[in-house]
């Protein structure tokens, strides 16, 4: 088993790969089987791979778009009713309606912008899924491993039930703001977006982030918070806990504007499946390397642990996100937790997860 780091920084080189095995215990024949199968496994991994960049590509472009417009009518119609308010007598009532009209556009374009991630995100799925379940299936009899197919099953799995689950909810959105159960959705505080912009860089739209606190009408299933495309609910999250919760769910806003709707069932997967899903400390036990492999809950609670656990190096004091200060991360911070140093591998995934995101068109506003 070989891994190729940073493969996608050498995207458009070429590659030469030199085959030689190292292990021969099957024998010239079987052996030679063995390693035909793991290669057929992992083409068809890569092309699944260069699939899913594309359509995600061209899919969080078109979104970022119809999302921006979405955030832009949002202000535009709070401004209006701001404008108004002042209007002896009916000034309150009409920055009330002007929120409302505001709300529901918003939450229509919303809608509309999760149909084009539930189409895209379908389309990208299962053509992925098809690459890897046929050349998974293939390579993984001759050399069996089951990997690549188990891959393309989840692909398929994920595609569609995130896609499905993704409309839904954008759906409850908008029921929401039609009823007005949404009322104190808002954009991020100049606070949190600095927090946040400092985790994160420049890999989120943090103009179309909005914020819900407290209730939130058909959502108001359970008490804890979640996140739907670019909205987070925080519901009644306490003060202590706000800012990593934050950390926490703006991580799957990030996952939702880079990979998808599908990222929803994935998540959801994760909390019915995997035991102790948020874990990702067992999750590196058990054999996963980089943050990438990680369930998307696990991915999540990296960047709140190392905003809580992270720090510069004593004496300076420990003061929360200060492990996130440079870019790339310095060589003068440490993340300590549950007893073990993890500062390599949060330093390899912020790196990963703050990427170049220079094309997309709401970050030159
Ligand atoms: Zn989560």
Request: hydrophobic share 45%; charged share 20%; net charge negative.
């Amino acid at each position: 088993m070989y891994e190729l780091r940073d493969l996608a920084a050498l995207q458009g080189q070429r590659i030469h790969f030199l085959w030689q095995r190292d292990e021969d215990s099957d024998g010239p024949v079987l052996g030679f089987f063995r390693d035909l199968g793991s290669g057929v496994s992992q083409a068809a991994d890569a092309v699944a791979g260069a699939v899913e960049a594309v359509v995600n590509a061209v899919e969080e472009v078109v979104t970022d778009v119809i999302e921006t417009v979405a955030t832009a009518a949002r202000s535009l119609f709070d401004w209006l009713g701001g404008a108004l308010s002042g209007i002896p007598l009916i000034g309150g009532a009409l920055q009330a309606v002007f929120h409302w009209i505001g709300g529901v556009i918003g939450g229509f374009l919303d809608l509309v912008a999760s149909l084009v991630k539930a189409i895209l995100g379908i389309v990208g799925g299962v053509v992925a899924g098809v690459v890897r379940l046929v050349g998974g299936a293939i390579g993984g009899l001759l050399s069996w491993d089951g990997r690549t197919f188990v891959k393309g099953f989840n692909d398929v799995v994920g595609g569609v039930s995130g896609a499905l689950i993704g409309v839904v909810l954008k759906l409850g959105s908008l029921v929401n703001a039609v009823f007005g159960q949404e009322w104190s959705s808002r954009p991020l505080t100049p606070a949190e977006r600095d927090l946040l912009r400092r985790i994160y860089r420049g890999s989120i739209a943090f103009y179309n982030v909005r914020v819900v606190d407290g209730a939130s009408g058909v959502f108001s299933v359970n008490d804890d918070p979640f996140t739907v495309g670019n909205t987070i609910y925080m519901k009644s999250t306490p003060p202590a806990d706000y800012l990593g919760i934050l950390v926490h769910e703006c991580c799957h806003v990030w996952q939702y504007q880079n990979m998808g709707s599908r990222y929803l069932g994935d998540a959801a997967g994760a909390q019915a499946f995997v035991p102790d899903a948020y874990n990702w400390q067992a999750a590196l036990d058990a054999g996963a390397r980089r943050w990438q492999d990680l369930n998307r809950e696990a991915q999540a609670e990296v960047f709140r642990d190392a905003y809580r656990f992270g720090r510069k190096r004593p004496p300076a004091p420990a003061v929360p996100g200060d492990f996130f200060l440079d870019d790339p991360v310095g060589d003068d911070v440490s993340f300590v937790a549950g007893g073990r140093d993890n500062t390599d591998f949060a330093r390899a995934s912020t790196a990963w997860v703050r990427g170049d995101w220079s094309w997309r068109p709401s970050s030159w506003l």
